[in-house]
């Protein structure tokens, strides 16, 4: 019977959202609902195309077109029992390789004109909103909150805005500022984010242009208006800006949460790994709620509880499929997120459409497992204790749980207070149950042998 019984799943899956999420008082390696009950946060992204169309349209190939069906979305999320997603917006609306007939759209401004913008369509207003994209926003989060889903909500992003596409993307050389609003060519109110003329627009994530950073304020404030009253927002200032963006960041950070202490809630605010170079201790520094850095993929290091780490595999290794960086950051005290880009039928490397080779199966199943474990355990008394496994990967309260994770194959060791425990071993691979009983023990080192082959969960409970 336990080889074949699948884990089971202890917490609610479905339920609408609580929130909004502060860090926890009591562990704040996560966030807490109001009531005080941990969140851990477990989920996936697309990596684009989640509100707007042909998002990435340099990336396409001619005559195809990328649009995301989203309550379907939703239902794959669902059903994989993760809890949370990254909401990417992209901010320009073409580059300036690719066919001319992809435009990003809708957009966060208005294209009034007079007058057409680079890609042949009419300039922007950069005063006014679009409604669609706005609507677009709105209905995405509400939905996602209505399944107890979180939404990490991008407000800029460095690759389609700050950063030129290099080697090894399908349109090497490409340049988004082809496409931004804040081109000066772009727009109707002769604002021009390009402060040093190189036709890079490096300078728009960063504060050298009053004029824009008071219409970037102003836009930002309009995605709270637009999503205050939603428990599950956590606002994420930009993906992967570059280096010179840290104080512009900090500084819509605390426009944020300034912002919001005149509104009726208060949401969380993300600030996430910039490129190229190591921010991680800019992040920390940061005013931000919770950080997401890069770290190596095959060892994230144990959360140390000053921040909320939110470990987003798309700064680490976003092509990955092993699901040892789910378990390894799991049981070192950090929430995670993976980049499942098959849930889009888009093939970044080749600019086709492809189906689902369902190589992702297995890291969405890590997410799921990760989730239930949470689910059963106390996890705001449980902290990273590496030394207490000789695999280095150990959540415990000692003397009370241990969850450890044994990456490789074959037996460990871990360190116990002396007591009776439960034992229960979990094997990621089959997401099966495969041996349940108890254990008493003197205080100390003892071993333990997985009943099978592969990486394996030992899961000990004191009486």
Known sequence: MLGSALLSLQVGYGAPATGPLRASRQNPRYFADPTGKIIYLAGSQTGGWDIQDDAWSGYAAPGTRVRLDFHRYLDHLTTQKHNLIRLWSVETTRFDKGPPEMVATPMQFLRTGPGNALDGRPRFDLTRYDPAYFSRLRSAVAAACDRGI??????????????????????PGANPWIGHPFNAKNNINGIDADVNGDGMGLEYHSLASPETVALQKAYVRKVVDTLNDLNNVIYEIANESVPASRDWQYEMIRTIKQYESTRPKQHPVVMSYYWPGDSTQALFDSPADAVAPGYRHDDPPPANGSKVVLLDQDHNDWKSRDPRFVWKSFLRGNNVII?????????????????DDKSHVPIRRAVRHTRSYAGRMKLAEMTPQDDLASTGYCLAKSGSEYLVYQPNSGRFSVTLDAGKYTYEWFNPSSGTVAGKGKVTTKAGSRDFTPPFDGQAVLYLKGS
Not at 150 to 171: D, Q, R
């Open 150 to 171: 979180y939404v990490m909500t991008m407000l800029f992003e460095g690759f389609s805005s700050v950063h030129p596409v290099g080697p090894g993307y399908v349109n």
């Open 339 to 355: 980049f499942d880009q098959d849930v889009v039928p888009f093939d970044w490397e080749r600019g086709v459409v492809s189906s």
